[in-house]
């Protein structure tokens, strides 16, 4: 009998309309004939997905009882009796009910294609096995039913059910998805912007690893051979160098460059293990390719190129990045090409990319200008073409030798000279003519095969040659040492231009400054160091042998040096000193910026102080005064009337009572703040219950079903924080909600969990805070328009920031959707997620 073909509807979240696609999808089979039964369907009471089913045929449920309680399930057999040509079954990772005959709804589907049924059913990526634990990170709800991956990936086909995370928020708050009293606790916890769009990217990460690994069956089935490059991969060779940090952030930005783009790191070990390696590079390597989303691969080979190239085509990557060698040029021309050569050779249709690093050869050092013209490179080549091209110019001129040949032989050895001299200088053309000469005068010149000179013209020959070799040795090394010097001139301009920018960086001029004199000077090490020796910036290592030079950077007040610089290394020419004073002097004017913005720092924060000393003497003038004076008047009144009636007695005292009573509020807020600025709160953090805290808190404020509407978390578990500090913060918050929300509306307070983390959330519908001030209306002082100042001082928010903060907590405001805001308390359990399951 035929297996039925299995199609999967894959959904980020609930209510992207996964249902609402397997029912359309059925409809349109049977208007075109074919058998489609309803075996399950959840509508969630949504017009749209019930109205879909109206035309559908719908097997009976199956009905269970499970402690006292009745619970529907799909009834297998029926639909096995009914056998449709297609079955479709909604939520496919449910637990079926207690009892039934199979524990999960995949397996009873897996009973629906044993009989040749086809299914369509649907399922959320949170319920995918591998990527449960994910999920939970991303929005702190642990899934309890879960479905194996390869279940989902045996699927004959898998859709995605896409919809834009913004255009599913409008359809919960549209009332779409869930009912009204749902809506405004999914959208501030589960259904978050940031959430939907993670969840997305996972759904359609995962539709693309399947995709993957079935093209690579198909491959495999089909025997081809050559990669399809359908996704960027980039593979990074890592031989656990120096240069490993930047080939790896290089691999990175090439990978994000195209949307699922893959980092893979590849290393090759010897077989033998005798390969110089360093553990702790690599291992430090593999955690920064952990850390930018990638993988780490091991590989065991003798053939570098041969391994690598091998890795690349079977993860059919697209990019292969390598290091230049770190070879010098002596040793690439003993040993031959390198390991990158063979991998270009060896990549195909693999784009290869070697990236320059700081471990090939930083900048170079500046050119000296002392010492000969032409380095002992050009001086030992040239010798050695006058020792090599001599004799074999010599055997083919005697070779070719003729009566009348002797202008041409005179003029080839001259020739020789010249060249020789343009090679190497003044030394190798006179040793090349004199050479020469007694060469030309030995085989060439009668009497043969002696160095007598019979003619005084031949000697006149021979110091001609060496005049010509001096003459055009000269020439060479004025030209060499005109080009050695334009080019120091050059690297000295490169310097000074890096010099006059760099201290425009601020904190990094000096960094910037320090590395590029160890670089331009060739040193080992430099070192800036404050006047008490603390090491404002270095690079590379001081010389165990104490050479080293010490100059000093600018001028403090006591007239010492402001700063000393350590120049480890050869003591350094007259020009380059120049060059020095320049850094210095640069350097000098760094550590200026750096002392002026800290003096600017200290300055803003001390306008700002000026700022909150003026705002309180405001308030002081205006707040305090009124009630102050009130109490006096009644105090005063009591003192001096001589006969009050009881009433008018009760009266005075309820005012003076409620006078002070505002006065001391006014004056511990006062004191808070202080503390709060100051840094010396004090907080003595225990495990509360967030519902116990919110429910002080309406107590505090005589608040009842009429004023708030609770949505309490019973599961949530205990969070560390201050009591008396969290009722006072939750106190502020509905004080400030219930101000600014409209007559006859409910203020909202509701508590969740984030991963680790409780949420308390205190939602009105009043007119909100523009965004603009969200951040504004946390300084001390303010109040929302500035001109209700029968309402305390301004420092509520200011206080209930401060005391969440003091308890490891936050406070952030969000916009009620529909209208309003949202302050939300954020603080860290008690008992911390991974604790739990490890105490489990």
Not at 600 to 614: F, G, H, N
């Amino acid at each position: 009998m035929r297996r039925g073909r299995l199609r999967v509807l894959l959904g980020a979240a609930p209510g992207v309309g996964k249902t609402y696609e397997m029912l359309a999808e059925g409809n349109r089979l049977r208007q075109d004939g074919a058998d489609v039964v309803v075996a399950v369907v959840e509508t969630h009471g949504r017009a749209a997905t019930e109205a879909q089913v109206a035309d559908l045929e719908c097997v009976p449920r199956r009905v269970e009882r499970h402690r006292g309680v009745e619970l529907t399930e799909m009834d297998v057999d029926a639909v096995l009796a009914r056998a449709p040509e297609l079955a479709l079954v909604d939520e496919f990772a449910h637990t079926n009910a207690p009892g039934s005959r199979n524990t999960k709804r995949w397996q009873d589907v897996d009973e629906l294609l044993d009989a040749g049924i086809d299914v369509i059913t649907t399922v959320n990526v949170q319920h995918i096995e591998s990527l449960n634990a994910v999920v939970e990170k991303i929005t702190g709800i642990a899934q309890q039913e879960t479905i194996p991956d390869a279940v989902v990936r045996g699927a004959d086909e898998i859709e995605v059910v896409d919809l834009a995370p913004q255009t599913l928020r409008d359809r919960l708050s549209a009332g779409l998805v869930y009912p009204a009293e749902r809506i405004d606790a999914a959208l501030s916890n589960y259904f978050r912007l940031g959430n939907l769009t993670a969840l997305r990217e996972l759904a359609l990460l995962w539709l693309a690893d399947e995709v993957d690994s079935a093209l690579r069956s198909y491959r495999a089935e089909k025997g081809i051979q050559g990669s399809w490059q359908a996704r960027e991969r980039v593979v990074v060779a890592l031989t656990g160098g120096p240069e490993g940090e930047t080939l790896l952030r290089r691999g990175a930005r090439i990978a994000a460059r195209s949307a699922g783009g893959e980092l893979l790191a590849a290393h090759v070990s010897a077989q033998d293990g005798l390969r110089r390696e360093a553990p702790g590079a690599l291992a430090a390597q593999r955690s920064l390719v952990e850390s930018l989303g990638g993988s780490y691969h091991q590989i065991v080979s003798d053939d570098i190129p041969e391994a690598l190239v091998d890795f690349a085509h079977s993860v059919d990557a697209t990019q292969l990045v390598i290091g230049v060698s770190r070879r010098g040029r002596l040793l690439t021309a003993l040993t031959g090409p390198g390991v990158g050569t063979e991998v270009i050779r060896r990549s195909g249709d693999i784009d290869v990319h070697i990236v320059t690093h700081a471990a090939a050869g930083g900048r170079p050092a500046l050119p000296r200008i002392t010492g000969g013209a032409l380095g002992w490179r050009r001086q030992v080549l040239g010798f050695a073409v006058a020792l090599i091209a001599g004799p074999l110019l010599s055997w083919l001129l005697f070779s070719l030798r003729s009566p009348e040949s002797i202008t041409s032989e005179v003029l080839s050895y001259q020739l020789l000279v010249v060249v020789v001299a343009l090679i190497g200088g003044l030394r190798p053309a006179v040793f090349s003519a004199v050479l020469s000469g007694v060469t030309l005068d030995f085989l060439f010149v009668a009497p043969l095969y002696t160095v007598t000179v019979a003619h005084p013209l031949h000697a006149i020959a021979l110091g001609l040659y060496v005049i010509i070799a001096v003459l055009v040795s000269l020439i060479v090394d004025r030209a060499a040492r005109e080009a050695r010097t334009a080019r120091r001139a050059t690297a000295e301009a490169e310097l000074l231009a890096t010099v006059a920018g760099n201290v425009l960086r601020g904190d990094s001029a000096a960094l910037a400054l320090v590395s590029r004199a160890r670089e331009a000077f060739g040193l080992s090490g430099v070192r800036l160091l404050a006047a008490d020796g603390t090491v404002i910036a270095r690079d590379g290592e001081p010389l165990r042998d104490g050479r080293s030079t010490t100059i000093p950077v600018g001028s403090a007040a006591d007239g010492g040096p402001r700063a000393v610089l350590e120049l480890h290394g050869d003591p350094l020419d007259g020009a380059a000193r120049r060059l020095l004073d320049v850094i210095v002097a640069q350097l000098s004017a760094a550590i200026e910026h750096t002392d002026l913005s800290a003096t600017a720092r200290e300055a803003e924060a001390l306008a700002e102080t000026d700022q909150v000393r003026s705002a309180l003497l405001s308030a002081l003038s205006h707040d305090l005064r009124r009630p102050l004076a009130a109490a006096v008047a009644a105090v005063g009144g009591l003192r001096a009337a001589g006969s009050l009636s009881a009433d008018d007695r009760a009266e005075l005292l309820a005012t003076a009572d409620e006078s002070l009573t505002t006065l001391s509020t006014l004056v511990t807020d006062l004191l808070d703040v202080t503390r709060v600025q100051a840094g010396v709160l004090a907080v003595s953090a225990t495990q509360v219950d967030a519902a116990g805290g919110v429910l002080a808190a309406l107590d505090e404020l005589s608040l009842g079903p009429e004023d708030v509407e609770l949505a309490l978390d019973a599961e949530l578990p205990p969070l560390r924080a201050d009591p008396v500090l969290l009722q006072r913060v939750l106190v502020n918050l509905l004080a400030n909600a219930l101000r600014h929300s409209p007559p006859g509306s409910r203020v909202l307070v509701s508590t969740s969990r984030l991963g680790d983390r409780a949420e308390i959330r205190i939602v009105d519908r009043g007119p909100g805070v523009p965004a603009d001030r969200q951040d504004g209306m946390f300084q001390p002082f303010q109040r929302l328009g500035d001109v209700d100042n029968t309402t305390g001082l301004g420092l509520g928010l200011a206080l209930s920031r401060g005391f969440t903060e003091g308890m490891a907590g936050t406070l952030t405001p969000e916009d009620t959707p529909g209208g309003g805001l949202t302050m939300v308390v954020s603080l860290p359990l008690a008992v911390p997620a991974d604790a739990e399951e490890d105490a489990e």
